[in-house]
């Protein structure tokens, strides 16, 4: 498992979508659909985009949705590529997981909305500078898009609206992890400006 490091200004209208952390790749942005503030939903000739998405923080009401996607999420990463991983973690845990969070002013939980529909989420956290690394930092600890609204900008939005709110609480760099086998997230986080830092390596035993 690779881990990165971002400290870019999470604004930059530079800034591409980074994926889920072992999602699917977004792709190229549609600058069509760009927000000014990077969470504004498009707007064109005055009326509001078919396919505009908006990001916002999520409500109760969104947790059974945000579940459904973190269960795709573990279907198709760690499903593929770690048997070691409890695969129905979603179904068994994720509801108490995700409603929690919506109640710590330390972590945050995105949608990506569109037609009335929540068609992605942002899972992440910040952590209090410690004796040991004396600085607050944030990690971003999952994401997924609908397969439908891949590559159509979702996924950078949500990252875009996730580095913001770190900056906010004062996060001097955020950490992403990803299967070093998932070559795609790896590309994904890459253009959105995260680096290699440490590199976790394993033995399977006998």
């Known amino acids: 498992m690779i881990y990165f490091l971002h400290k870019r200004s999470t604004c930059e209208p530079g800034a591409v979508p980074p994926r889920r952390i072992l999602a699917p790749s977004q792709g190229p942005v549609n600058r069509s659909r760009r927000r000014k503030h990077g969470c504004e939903p498009a707007r064109q000739g005055g009326a509001m985009n078919k396919d505009a998405i908006n990001i916002r923080r999520a409500a109760e009401a969104d947790v059974g949705a945000i579940v459904a996607l973190n269960d795709q999420l573990f279907q198709e990463d760690s499903g593929t590529r770690d048997p070691l991983v409890n695969h129905a973690w979603a179904r068994e845990h994720g509801a108490a997981y995700f409603g929690g969070m919506l109640e710590r002013a330390s972590y945050i939980c995105l949608v990506a909305e569109a037609q009335g529909a929540v068609i992605g989420y942002l899972a992440g956290h910040t952590r209090d500078a410690n004796d040991y690394r004396p600085a607050i930092t944030a990690e971003l600890e999952s994401i997924c898009v609908a397969p439908a609204w891949r590559s159509r900008g979702a996924g950078e939005q949500l990252v875009r609206a996730f580095l913001s709110w770190a900056q906010e ?38």
């Open 169 to 206: 609480r004062g996060a001097a760099f955020v950490t992403v992890t990803a299967y070093a086998a998932n070559e795609r997230a790896l590309a994904f986080y890459a253009r959105a400006g995260f680096t290699p830092h440490t590199v976790t390596l394993g033995l399977r035993l006998p």
